[in-house]
């Protein structure tokens, strides 16, 4: 599908859509769950379908409503073999592997060679006991999952170590050891979410330990802050444009994006529920998105528009995304004009007061990249088209259909 994306303001007033990485845990915790559990605004979308139909296959239920999923949870059973098909979710992946690895001995997961590209990192080494190979379009792992004193030290992702964390509960007097700050981080959300479901967790001294056993429980989805961020950047171009259902204390990473658009000049306030922001002032900004590679698109977009010059560093993870996605954002935006220079793993992005458009562009069907290309509609001379634009539902269904009712304009041809 292309979509060719018109000049237009964005206005008016808009929930975040429910958080993607709050609904898999929270997937994932039910399922270990032996009984009935409920959970309130999920996110449907293709990776959470993925991650349903996984837990499908190891006797999990699901009855799905538009606005809740009711999850009949069973704790694993232990197998000699489990087969299993996760084409594009990264999260369902590898966060469900290390706990499956504790009772499934031989492990095929049929997948896409773009996965079996981001899987082949450091990462996945330092998961002990486990023999992996790649071959016919699949990842196989055999060996169980050995217990005890678990390291681990992310490196490109920290979903491995979400996995373990999911994974600790099965392992009876096991630790894990890691120097990973946790704190506003993608595993501190998975233990926020565990304990919710019944683990207790004790971190002390680089060490995790995990008491208790997952059980029932009634959880609601809070808004998802990395795709909030495309419609709070288009707020710094219209000043009409507010943002709901995004909680102001969130564990979310990418609730860091306020401290980025601080360092970029964009003033944002909180009022009512909603958080809105302005226009930017001109000044040279350095900001870091190592701990959060999925806002990159769409703050570079904002880079490209915004007066002054912007260092984006932290860029070594966005390799291992749906796309090369560092790569293709800086074409994308040159390709619209766009003053961008990518170093080793820095961009440099000299902002405009306007880009030319009238270019068909290529997302590589990568969602962020979708969605931060088309909030430029606000700041473009001339229509330009997304090709593979399909590939927004990977996270977020309903983006088009949200831009239109917010004033964008645009065809899909």
């Known amino acids: 599908m292309i979509a060719k994306i018109h000049p237009s303001k964005l206005r008016g007033e808009v929930s975040a859509p429910p958080s993607k990485s709050h609904t898999h845990r929270a997937l994932l915790a039910s ?39 009711i999850v009949r949870g069973r704790k694993p059973e232990r197998r000699d073999l489990l087969s299993l098909e996760i084409p594009a979710s990264g999260s369902t992946l590898r ?23 981001r899987l082949a990192s450091p990462d996945l080494e330092q998961l002990a006991g486990l023999n992996i190979s790649f071959r ?21 992702t920290t979903q491995w170590l979400s996995g373990l964390i999911f994974a600790l509960p099965f392992l009876p007097g096991s ?11 993608y595993p501190a959300l998975t233990l926020e979410v565990a304990q919710a479901f019944g683990i207790n967790f004790r971190f002390r001294n680089g060490s995790l330990r995990a008491e208790n056993h997952y059980l029932p429980a009634e959880y609601r989805v809070e808004g998802d802050y990395s795709a909030a961020a ?26 860091q994006l ?14 009512n529920g909603y ?40 860029l070594k993870k966005l390799k291992y995304k749906e796309s090369d996605r560092a790569e293709m954002t800086a074409r994308g935006l040159g390709m619209l004009g766009a003053d961008i220079k990518l170093l080793t793993e820095e961009a440099v992005i000299v902002g405009k007061e306007m880009l030319a458009g009238g270019v068909e562009i290529d997302a590589a069907g990568d969602h962020r990249l979708i969605m931060a290309f088309a909030i430029l509609s606000g700041k473009i001379k001339e229509p330009f088209a997304i090709r593979s634009a399909e590939g927004v539902s990977k996270s977020y269904p309903d983006f088009f259909k949200t831009f239109l009712s917010l004033g964008g304009r645009v065809e899909f041809l």
């Open 230 to 255: 495309n419609w709070l950047v288009a707020g710094s171009f219209s000043s009409d444009l507010r943002v709901g259902g995004l909680n102001p204390a969130s564990q979310q990473p990418d609730s």
């Open 95 to 117: 966060m469900l592997v290390p706990p499956l690895k504790g009772f499934v001995e031989r492990l095929e997961i049929k997948t896409t060679p773009r996965m079996l590209e």
């Open 31 to 69: 399922a270990f769950a032996p009984g009935k559990s409920l959970i309130y605004n999920p996110l449907f979308c293709d990776d959470t379908r993925e991650t349903i139909r996984a837990l499908e296959k190891l006797g999990a239920g699901f009855e799905i409503y538009p606005d809740r999923i």
């Open 275 to 314: 958080f809105s922001c302005g226009a930017p002032k001109p000044l040279a900004a350095e900001i870091d998105v190592s701990r959060t590679p999925d806002l990159f698109p769409v703050l570079a977009a904002l880079a490209s528009v915004r007066p002054g010059v912007t260092r984006i560093s932290g």
């Open 136 to 156: 016919d379009g699949k990842v196989i792992l055999e060996g169980r999952l050995q217990g005890g004193s678990i390291s681990i030290e992310p490196v490109v």
């Open 175 to 185: 630790e894990i050891r890691t120097s990973y700050p946790l704190a506003g981080s």
């Open 258 to 271: 306020f401290a980025h658009l601080s360092a970029m000049g964009v003033p944002h306030k909180y009022e």
